[in-house]
């Protein structure tokens, strides 16, 4: 039973929005009336089939998502987004719809600017990397015209009066044309298709093919049956299609005869390459987990409390050992594929492990089990010769939107397991690293979230590739270095790798929590190995093979780090830097948990070590029923017990990160990244979220407050333009003194999706402390993610800080607004939220009854 339990805010009361700031983006004006009369008859011609469009500022986008290929021209840059935009912004009718800094570009996918002594700022023209833009004209006209213009731009051609904005835009391009082959095949995919034909000549290659979404039923049609006579014209075989139009997803997986693919690496004369049709080739969407082998002793758990009530979690991962002596009794198990016929039973390392942190957590420091069954939804088989891995003959996107479908229920049919709301994705496509672009999967889980009001808490990833350390030449050099300057050196060569080393599908997507790997572990003796050492001198760091952030428009991934091993590092190769690895967990750190007996003698009482961010989120979703369970205790005093389930799954996110901290490394890890460039915090800043998102969460802070904090919990539903404003009532012990205090405010959400849309979500929540300063003698926190980064996802996190001593003002209430702002056409449609406000000070005083006093402890309709 909690002490002091979670409070509930007062009721909200609707008020305004606060006006929209100035400055920014100012918009795009189109020629119009005399001033296009007076204009050079070209630029005229381009104007007149502009106007024969649906809208009259055409949108580039950095997402080719629901346009129309046929109308679709690739603008490749050659210089930063920030030159780029600058010259689309002198473009009449011409808006650049993508995020970016005009102090800094944020280069993660275009051309780097030189940092060698000299050359400070220039262009390093030997790592430029290739960044596009997508404009869909309204016509084939206009498509023409603006090619033709471009062709004259590239011959020299004088351009006639009126065109100079197209030569400053043309100047920052590499090149303008229409969708072609090389937008439909990535390099990614070459470099899959050699791999596959090199390691298997003979086979047909999978190739996972994804069709421009038409928007009516006929189009689709015909590009569905004009797809399959063109893969079966090369020879291929089409083994699976699925449609899903609510994330504009059509994907057909198919085989391709080894011998196309040589002219398909080519991009040449093929017709797979040259289909209107198609959108992209890429390798199939494959989510893999590597076996274990398990240890010899058996878990110890003791006594454990029964098992009551329905499942509010699911694990979607791989087959597990149901019969294992720690998980008998506690799952529920839904395998309507009947995928454990596929899946040896000393195979299935990684769904036994994840259902056993979810229930038990760390077996190395035991806790009292969950007392909710388990759902669980096998989605990987185990074979015996390769890692376990998702069917290789089904779209991904088709088997986790029926395995939702199913847990929740459609208007005709119920769902087998509808009180689930938290699902577990410990699972990631390393062949999909992110890159810009959002991937179905990612699609699929925001609409998901959206629809259901379900949490999803996804596994940032894991980078296996070795770091280089160029500090240090031998390995002797890195063993007599220090334990600060070896952290140093490994923190230094993960930011250096950054763009190797991101999130993997579908840790990107905007509705979910991402988590990643914190360095720590309750491993007390560890086992000593050769030429390996432990890289970070205490846990308050990511693990060095956590993929790393920022996530889609540079928003806070992964949002969340929890205990993911005590991750050792090896080294692989030496001269001209050192090169360091990963070692496997075995027996010298990482989380204990439940496994099959991989010497295959029926034994159900074996444990593994499992390490990454796959553990982390599973601790993670274990954290999270904690909390929900805590909320439902009304026998234990919780004031939410009667929040209403559409409400669950929001307030519970807004916990979860509304208890996470950065903790005392971000300056170091801000002084690594940089920029040295005071000017450049926000970008500073950013940098630094890469590796501490919001934090590491202290749940038991929220769940049972200490005597000097109060933590007040909120919910209600807000239209775009409308807003509401909470009154929380004050402490009277902090009036007038200097006591230290803080005020942490968290909004989360799960909005609409809107695919093709260059923002992805449809509406934006922001909060603030109103008149702060006056009000308590807070500011904004310094130590903490930047105010842009935050407002990009789908949790809004501040914290505020003071120590002056002021007089109360309204009665001693502060206020704090949340407010809702349309962000992609949203249409006026109201989104579900919760808010958490915590008031805190830094010494003894008694600042929870106080506020709990003044309360007059209610419940509270939702606003």
């Known amino acids: 039973m909690a002490e002091r339990p979670l409070l509930i805010l007062p009721t909200a009361e609707a008020i305004p929005p606060p006006p929209s700031p100035r400055g920014g983006a100012k918009p ?84 780097t600017k030189d940092t060698r002594k000299g050359r400070e700022g220039q262009r390093r023209e030997d790592k430029l990397v290739d960044g596009r833009f997508y404009l869909a004209m309204p016509d084939i006209a206009a498509l023409d015209e603006l090619i033709r213009l471009w062709n004259r731009w590239v011959a020299a051609q004088e351009f006639d009066e009126g065109l100079a904005p197209f030569k400053h835009l043309f100047a920052q391009l590499r090149t303008v044309r229409p969708w072609g082959p090389q937008d439909r095949i990535p390099d990614e995919t070459i470099a899959y298709w050699r791999e596959e034909v090199r390691l298997h000549p003979d086979r047909p290659v999978r190739t996972e093919v994804e069709l421009w979404y038409r928007r009516t039923p006929e189009r689709r049609e015909q590009a569905r049956l004009g797809f399959r006579a063109l893969v079966a014209a090369e020879g291929g075989t089409v083994l699976h299609e699925t449609l899903v139009s609510e994330i504009a997803y059509h994907g057909v997986l198919i085989d391709i005869p080894g011998a196309a693919i040589p002219a398909l690496i080519d991009r040449g004369n093929v017709g797979l390459a040259l289909a209107d049709d198609v959108m992209f080739l890429r390798p199939q969407t494959v989510l893999s987990a590597p076996t274990a082998e398990a240890l010899e002793d058996g878990a110890q758990i003791g006594h454990q409390p029964p098992v009551a009530g329905q499942p509010i979690a699911a694990l979607l991962d791989g087959v597990p050992l149901q019969g294992h002596e720690i998980l008998a009794g506690r799952l529920s198990l839904d395998d309507p594929d009947d995928l454990q016929a596929r899946a040896l039973v000393n195979r299935r390392f990684h769904g036994t492990a994840m259902a056993s942190l979810i ?182 760091l990511p693990n060095a093979s956590c993929a790393l952030g920022l996530g889609y428009r540079r928003a806070v991934k992964p949002d969340l780090f929890l205990p993911g091993g005590r991750e050792y590092m090896r080294m692989v190769g030496a001269g001209a830097g050192v090169r360091v690895g990963f070692g496997p967990a075995l027996r010298t750190f990482g989380l204990g948990a439940a496994a099959p007996d991989s010497a295959n003698l029926g034994r159900l009482n074996q444990t593994v070590y499992t390490d990454g961010t796959s553990s982390a989120t599973a601790l993670a979703t274990r954290a999270a029923h904690k909390l929900f369970d805590s909320m439902m205790d009304r026998d234990g005093g919780s004031l939410l017990a009667d929040v209403p389930p559409a409400y669950h799954a929001a307030v519970v996110k807004t916990l979860l990160v509304h208890s996470a901290r950065w903790n005392e490394k971000g300056d170091l890890v801000k002084d690594i990244c940089g920029p040295d460039d005071p000017r450049r915090w926000v970008e500073r800043t950013a940098n630094a979220t890469r590796f501490l998102g919001f934090g590491v969460p202290d749940v038991a802070r929220v769940l049972d407050c200490a005597e000097n904090q109060a933590t007040l919990v909120g919910y209600g539903t807000l239209q775009p333009s409308h807003a509401h404003r909470y009154r929380i009532p004050l402490p009277r012990s902090l009036e007038g003194v200097t006591d230290p205090r803080q005020v942490s405010v968290t909004v989360a959400w799960f909005t609409p999706v809107k695919a093709g849309h260059q923002s992805c979500r449809t509406v ?77 000070a830094g010494t003894p005083l008694g600042v929870y009854e106080e506020v709990r006093e003044r309360l007059r402890v209610r419940a509270r309709p939702p606003a």
Not at 784 to 795: C, E, H, I, L, N
Not at 801 to 823: I, T
Not at 824 to 838: F, H, K, L, M, S
């Open 359 to 540: 229930l038990h957590g760390d077996l190395n420091a035991p806790e009292p089990a969950l007392t909710r069954p388990l759902y669980l939804r096998p989605l990987m088989i185990a074979p015996a010769d390769l890692d376990e891995h998702t069917p290789a003959d089904r779209l991904l996107v088709d088997m986790l939107y029926k395995a939702i479908v199913r847990i929740k229920g459609v208007e005709d049919q119920p769902g087998v397991a509808p009180t689930v709301f938290l699902v577990n994705l410990s699972l990631g496509d390393r062949r999909r690293p992110f890159a810009n672009l959002v991937s179905p999967l990612a699609r699929l889980l925001d609409f998901l979230a959206a629809k259901y009001d379900i949490l999803f808490l996804v596994s940032a990833g894991n980078v296996s590739d070795p770091l280089v350390l160029p500090e240090f030449n031998q390995w002797t050099e890195f063993e007599a270095a220090t334990p600060q300057e070896r952290e140093r050196a490994i923190l230094t060569a993960m930011f250096a790798a950054k763009h190797d080393r991101s999130l993997l599908s579908p840790a990107e997507a905007v509705n979910v929590l991402t988590i990643g790997a914190q360095h720590t572990d309750n491993v007390e003796n560890r086992v000593a190995t050769f030429m390996a050492f432990d890289p970070f001198d205490d846990p308050a």
């Open 764 to 840: 934006k929540l922001e909060a603030d402390a109103v008149d702060a300063k006056q009000a308590l003698g807070i500011s904004r926190f310094k130590d903490q993610r930047a105010d842009p980064s935050v407002k990009k996802g789908t949790v809004f996190h501040e914290r505020f800080s003071g120590e002056q001593a002021v007089p109360f003002v309204d009665d001693g209430h502060l206020s704090v607004r949340v407010w809702c702002k349309d962000d992609a056409g949203n249409q006026g449609n109201a989104v579900r939220y919760a808010i958490a406000v915590t008031i805190e």
């Open 28 to 111: 795009i004006i189109p020629v119009r009336g005399t001033q296009a009369n007076r204009i050079a008859p070209s630029l005229r011609r381009l104007r007149a089939a502009l106007d024969r469009g649906t809208e009259r500022v055409l949108e580039l986008r950095a997402d080719p998502t629901a346009l129309a290929p046929d109308r679709v021209i690739v603008f490749e840059i050659a210089g930063t987004v920030a030159d780029f935009a600058r010259a689309a912004a002198r473009v009449p009718g011409l808006e650049l719809m993508v995020e970016y800094q005009t102090e800094s570009a944020p280069d993660e996918f275009f051309a």
